[in-house]
């Protein structure tokens, strides 16, 4: 039986347990928060995701999410989250959330995953110092039930490199960080 998250405590992923199963309940009722919480300017938060249909496409911070999308990604001050629509997001199929940061700074603080009910997943970062992308965490939908993976997997290079290396190749970009939605 796959772990399932605390409902009253946090869990924490850890490298020898990266893996959460969110239960129906978690993953059908209000919305996932998922917060990046580390120095103010150290990164940036963004996700990429496709959809039942194929879709795929990235918020990042700046973009315009489209109307139909269940992601949104807000910054207040220096707190940056992504809110998960899971009335919004019966057709999310996968999503990978990474930072982003131009110069070498080291990765430090944590991610953290809220379910509408309170249960919280913690992903730590410690990670030395390294300009580029950093996969925090992949999500993906299993029959109804979101699977949540600490992924931290460092790819020199921008978000488009990062999507990539994920599968998300259906999405064209501009440059290596603003993809054409």
Partial sequence: MPRRPSPDG????????PTVLLNRLQSAIGALRIQGLWPPHS???GC???LHSGRCTVVWPGGVPGRV?????????ESQTVTLDLLRCRELDRAILV???DSAVPW??????????GSRVEVPLDGPPAPGV???MSLYNLSGEYVVR????HIAGSMRDAATAYGFDRISWYDGDTAIS
Avoid: K, M, S
């Fill in 10 to 17: 946090a869990t924490v992923l850890t490298r020898r347990r």
């Fill in 43 to 45: 990164a940036r938060l």
């Fill in 48 to 50: 990429a995701f496709q």
């Fill in 69 to 77: 999308d269940p992601l949104t990604l807000t910054a207040n001050g």
């Fill in 99 to 101: 930072a982003a940061c």
């Fill in 108 to 117: 430090t603080g944590t991610l953290l995953l809220t379910t509408y009910g």
């Fill in 134 to 136: 950093l996969v925090l």
């Fill in 150 to 153: 600490a992924e931290w997997e």
